[in-house]
């Protein structure tokens, strides 16, 4: 996941914010909750899912289990602490076995969640060094067991996979009274019951389970799970301008503006709901998900944002930016991830995305792109104050996911060699794929400039003035070597109170999509080494898992009780994946969400679709307006429309000018 905000180093209590402060709030409205009657009558899921699970459970048979796949190791059982650890030490063997590796993988999450299941089972959240846990809701939320189904299932853990189905069966219940942040929820809750839904239909060996076969009394059991929390969700989408509040009320559904921040919601947050709605529409047929969350996207992009680059807040009540601070780290990254990610999601049947995606990218280079002072590594900066203000030199871990991403959009998730045979191969995908390389790189040295190997949650860079940005020539970076005193890690500055490391995924994420597209096996090796500093450095006493770091940069390091439900969801699957064969869900068949759940791609259908058009912009981005002919209310709209901080009452008047005008034709 990436949009929370990782700037202070108390981490925990900052996630937890949006969960635990709802009991000061009064409640607005006594609205009861009533949910979804019409959904249950049409169930057209589950037509889709015969077909597709018949068709697609043969060939999974095959990808899975077929002969690349058959000589996976046994495990050598539950490994505790330092005991079953003697890979840590020795050297690497000449011919490195992948599959002996993901093993290890397997292991780690094995540790992780039998600690948790010891210690925790059923919390929310977990405390490797107290051995204890907390819920988020009074009777829990799931938090960490949903997040981590679609896992146990890529790695066949049958049993455990059991536990956690029947626990989610007899005791999850979304109807609490409850607020909770509209996004976490969506992306982790909602999307871990879609990805489970959509790998136990469609690969029914992966943990074959028989409660979830076709016809079994719990066949529908995720799907299920998943409609009811998102129609309790989709009231967070009654505001004025259709972007979501940033929290909602699971019982009642109500919406609830952030309680800082001007109440406006997170950019990031509003647009990376997009995948998850859709997908649900798709597998019910309910046309209700899609709408509320594909508008947000186009009430976003009226803004007309200067070279497709938004503020990291927005109001939920008009639908304009507040603020001028631009960035890819916490509160803005996923808006732009989910752009190409929903142009893939439906099989590349809709151009708005990809033009929105190539907008965006190319603001990106524009004006965030810039190289460090001596060693030349790309860096992927921020603009605080906006565009025409300095450039920050500043990169949030949580920034890492872009170059995977931008491997993703060149070649749609085909390896660069299937790319060029498609003949969609040109200048820019070359240049797309080496900026995604340097940026990779960039990250993997976040790592490296670290004691323990682990990068800190944020990284500043030593660069020239005035700024030294793609423009002005791009540059290659020079190579990330071992030694302690090396010179490239001058260009490399953390600041103490940064240090902190959360066990994200995001570096991990890009190494896995840049090996699964470039082949080069550097990534591979560099996740290796990632990997073991994580085993060396993280694991708590007594087998009760691993967890994250105070500071990363001393050893041994200081650590934080707190073991992120991200570490099972997305960090150790994206190892897992990195050393698993290529054709485990193969990249250009699915899309993965930003807390790394899958979900399948599918085609357009009549109704569920798109539906709109961007306005026509200028080189800028800016919106043109066009002057209606006699009315001079009308050209009050045009001076607002590129307004970047606009007051409310500014852009509310847009609002309404769009809707006259709509009224008189
Ligand atoms: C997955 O686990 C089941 C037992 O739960 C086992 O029968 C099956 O062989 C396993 N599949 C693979 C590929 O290891
Ligand atoms: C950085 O790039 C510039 C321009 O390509 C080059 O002249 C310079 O030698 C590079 N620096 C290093 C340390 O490689
Ligand atoms: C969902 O996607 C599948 C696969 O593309 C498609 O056949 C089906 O019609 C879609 N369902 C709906 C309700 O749009």
Redesign the pocket.
Known sequence: MHAQNGHTSNGIGQKLEGFFDNRQLPMYKDKPYSYAASRRRAPLYKQWRVIVGAVLGILALFYLFGPSASRKPRSTGKSRGGAGLSWLRGPDAAAVDWNERRERVKEAFMLSWDGYEQYAWGYDVYYPLAKSGDQMAEKGMGWIIVDALDTLMIMNLTSRLSHAREWISTSLDYNQDQEVNTFETTIRMLGGLLSAHYLSTTFPQMAPIADDDHGAAGEDLYIEKAADLADRLLGAFNSESGVPYASVNLKTSDGVPSHADGGASSTAEAASVQLEMKYLANLTGESNYWDKAEKVIQVIDNNGMEDGLLPIFIYASAGNFRGSNIRLGSRGDSYYEYLIKQYLQTSEQEPIYLDMWNQALAGVRKHLIV?SK???FTVLGERPNGLSKALSPKMDHLVCFMPGTIALGATGGRSVEEAKKSGKWGEKQESEMQLAAELTKTCWGMYKKMATGLAAEITFFEINDPPRMESD??????EITDEKDAAWKQDYTVKPMDSHNLQRPETVESLFYMWRITGDVKYREWGWEMFKSFVKYTAADDGAGYTSLADANEIPPVMKDNMESFWLAETLKYFYLLFSPNDLLPLDSIVINTEAHFFPRFELTKTLKTGWERKPRDSDGKIIVEKPKDSPKHERAGASVSVTAAEPSETVRTVKVEETKKDDT
């Open positions: 190289y001596d060693s030349n020539g791009i540059r290659k970076s020079v």
